[in-house]
């Protein structure tokens, strides 16, 4: 009914049929169990069906890296440009993490990496932080594999082994925090907070970068706007301080990726704490100083 109502492939009721037989299987008495027997044959062909799927993500990886090789910047900012339909950017944006995330991890493919602007100071930028991550993902996976190894030595090694995976993604998260989370690429202004959320500006859209005052008002987030807008909608901080140094304002909503592009918002203005942001702003300038000059 449910295969039905949601009109989803047929053959997927293979997948529901299985799953019931194997807790069938390992949960019912042993009297009415030894029924469901015939499932661990069925472990062989679902053993096959996954080693392709290995093979092939594996293939895909490699295939990217390699094309990857000569990349300036980011290879999930060419994909946001092929898709006009928000959720068609944000499934590609999603699937562009993977070699992204060996991009930045292997410094050898991001040698070619464009020049960034400045630093922002976030926590995954912090080397204290990167191997409180990695410890944690090592002791994850010890003690997973010993919870596991009596029951199955071989899901023991692959829940491991997945979560020992992460070290990749952790990896590149740091280098990019800390090395490229500000930065531009194909006249576009490129801010990443952390390798999970990411925002796009073009050239065009940005209307003033400037030094964000202390004590600066910062539009009243709680006033409503003309439109009925509540104001800390347009408003995104990015940065871990209380007094942000850099703001950007847009010429129009601009979209900000999070979670892998799992979520999508828009917003009129920026601000960021970056280390040195009169750099940042003579960074931009000379940058820009070829293109429509902007206020600054």
């Given amino acids: 009914?449910?295969?039905?109502?949601?009109?989803?492939?047929?053959?997927?009721?293979?997948?529901?049929?299985?799953l019931s037989c194997a807790v069938a299987r390992y949960s019912y008495p042993e009297d009415i169990a030894q029924y469901f027997d015939f499932i661990l044959w069925l472990r062989y062909p679902i053993m096959g069906v996954l080693l392709v799927i290995e093979f092939y993500l594996m293939f895909m990886i490699v295939k990217g890296l390699y094309q990857a090789r000569n990349l300036s910047g980011d290879p999930r900012i060419g994909v946001l440009d092929k898709y006009d339909d928000d959720k068609k950017k944000g499934l590609a944006l999603t699937l562009a993490t993977e070699p992204a995330s060996w991009y930045y991890a292997i410094p050898r493919l991001s040698k070619r990496h464009v020049k960034s602007l400045g630093k922002i100071t976030l926590l995954s930028g912090k080397a204290s932080h990167f191997l409180v991550i990695i410890s944690s993902l090592i002791v994850i996976a010890s003690v997973s594999y010993q919870l596991l190894v009596d029951w199955s030595q071989t899901a023991a090694i692959m829940v491991a082994s997945f979560i020992l995976y992460g070290f990749i993604l952790m990896t590149a998260n740091y280098r990019l925090s800390r090395y490229y989370s500000l930065y531009?690429?194909?006249?576009?202004?490129?801010?990443?907070?952390?390798?999970?959320?990411?925002?796009?500006?073009?050239f065009a859209d940005?209307?003033?970068?400037?030094?964000?005052?202390?004590?600066?008002?910062e539009?009243?987030?709680?006033e409503i706007n003309s439109k009925g807008k509540n104001k800390s909608n347009e408003l995104l901080k990015i940065g871990r301080s209380k007094q942000h140094n850099i703001k950007v304002t847009f010429n129009q909503p601009i979209k900000y990726w999070g979670m892998m592009g799992a979520f999508v918002e828009s917003f009129e203005q920026?601000?960021?704490?970056?280390?040195?942001?009169?750099?940042?702003?003579?960074?931009?300038?000379?940058?820009?100083?070829?293109?429509?000059?902007?206020?600054?």
């Fill in 1 to 18: 009914m449910i295969i039905k109502a949601g009109k989803q492939k047929a053959w997927k009721i293979v997948i529901i049929f299985s």
């Fill in 184 to 202: 531009v690429q194909d006249k576009k202004l490129i801010i990443n907070n952390s390798i999970f959320n990411l925002m796009v500006i073009p």
């Fill in 206 to 217: 940005i209307n003033t970068v400037s030094i964000h005052q202390a004590g600066e008002d």
């Fill in 219 to 222: 539009i009243n987030h709680t």
């Fill in 270 to 296: 920026v601000l960021i704490k970056v280390e040195q942001p009169i750099d940042v702003i003579n960074a931009f300038s000379e940058i820009n100083s070829a293109q429509q000059p902007l206020a600054c």
